[in-house]
């Protein structure tokens, strides 16, 4: 006989610790299943970036839930603290986008006005500063730096410890986390889903597909497309040195610990967690550029991850027309948009109903893609 809940999120990674935790605030009987760290978890690679400048251009809706997302950070941040006394190291100073030639600084200010310029897009300050300016706020920078972007909107945090506060907040709430739970099948019964996990079977009313790269496989039975493909990323751990830079970059920033992290690699090279070292070394010499004061501080290891994303880059949240009550829940960006899944998402998943400023993010624009 199957267990039965109000919810099951099956994926146990930071968007499914997200949207698991907002249903448990919510007094939903939530189970989360966790395949485990043998899962191509995006969560232990992640750079730790809550970024919002950049984002957007081509689907106005996505910036303008991106922005959303960083506004409520700094609840989620200290919600979890309250319930967990986990600190996730949440700063959010704005953040700097670096270039290296005239031609990327061209490139980035055309990019920018293009996605601030959307129809429908909520505008938000950008800040171009050339080097003297940037020098200012930033010193230490290379020769070779000519200027950058900034938007006060940009933070970063500590991935490793939100997932761990996420999944102790759903705990304490009364939530059920299962490790070592990868669903093996999902169908539904007598009007409820079923979920074959673990050794048993999980029964709920609602089941949201969080499980990343697994959704690919996991939607289609539920009448969800969730086309999505792994995209490998590699970051670069230097040791803890003093504290230098009170800002946090697109490809490079400094934990509170003190500790450097170079990243920003986009690999499309399958399901291959793999290190390159061909890919690290450009890392390592366009870091060494930005601050040639690095040159002599220790690498203390690096690590590759895969990243999920659709066709378009974009967010897929959609709710089963065949299947009401199946959810699919696929995005790359866990870290920047955990505020909006927990804070926002969960409550309208609660409800069954997304609602209309959601359909920007179905899986139906994908068609209109293929066609044209």
């Known amino acids: 006989m199957a ?28 189970a989360l299943l966790d395949e485990g760290d043998i899962a191509y978890r995006a969560a232990r690679g992640n750079f730790g970036l809550v970024w919002v400048q950049g984002k957007g251009l081509g ?21 979890l603290r309250d319930e967990t006394g986990i600190d996730v190291a949440l700063e959010q100073p704005g953040g700097f986008h670096v270039c290296l030639s005239e031609a990327e600084m061209d ?25 003297a300016a940037l020098a200012a706020r930033l010193p230490g920078i290379g020769p070779g730096v000519v200027g950058a972007t900034y938007c006060p909107l940009d ?30 099948r999902i169908e539904r019964r007598n009007g409820r889903f079923v979920v074959a996990a ?22 289609p039975p539920l009448g969800l497309r969730a086309l999505v493909r792994p995209q ?60 040639p004061g690095l040159r002599d501080v220790r690498v203390n290891r690096t690590w590759a991850a895969l990243r999920v994303l659709s066709p378009d880059g974009f967010p897929i949240y959609e709710q089963s027309a065949s299947h009401p009550g199946a959810f699919v829940v696929t995005c790359h ?27 920007p993010f179905s899986s139906e624009r994908l068609n209109v893609q293929e066609a044209a």
């Open 333 to 359: 960006s866990g870290v920047t948009l955990a505020g909006a899944h927990a804070l926002e998402l969960a409550p309208r998943i609660a409800a069954g109903e997304l609602g209309p400023d959601m359909q």
């Open 232 to 291: 490998r990323g590699q970051v670069i751990v230097l040791e803890r040195v003093r504290r230098f830079l009170a800002y946090p970059m697109a490809t490079i920033r400094q934990t509170d610990e003190g500790t450097v992290l170079i990243g920003d690699s986009q690999d499309e090279s399958g399901f291959n967690e793999s290190l390159s070292t061909s890919i690290s070394a450009t890392q390592a010499e366009r870091a060494l550029r930005i601050f």
């Open 59 to 79: 689907l106005a809706p996505y910036g303008n839930w991106t922005q959303q997302a960083a506004r409520l950070a700094p609840q989620l941040a200290r919600l």
């Open 198 to 219: 673990g050794a048993g079977e999980i029964g709920a009313a609602q089941v949201v597909l969080t499980a990343g790269l697994g959704n690919a496989v996991l939607g």
């Open 107 to 131: 490139n980035r200010v055309t990019s920018l006005t293009r996605l601030l310029e959307q129809p429908g897009f909520e505008r938000y300050a950008v800040e171009v500063l050339d080097r």
């Open 3 to 30: 267990r039965e809940f109000d919810v099951v999120v099956v994926g146990g990674g930071l968007v499914g610790g997200a949207i698991a935790y907002g249903l448990a605030r919510l007094g939903r009987r939530t």
């Open 155 to 184: 933070g970063h945090l500590n991935p490793l410890r939100l997932l761990r506060a996420l999944h102790a907040a759903f705990v304490r709430r009364g939530g059920e986390y299962l490790p070592l739970h990868k669903a093996q």
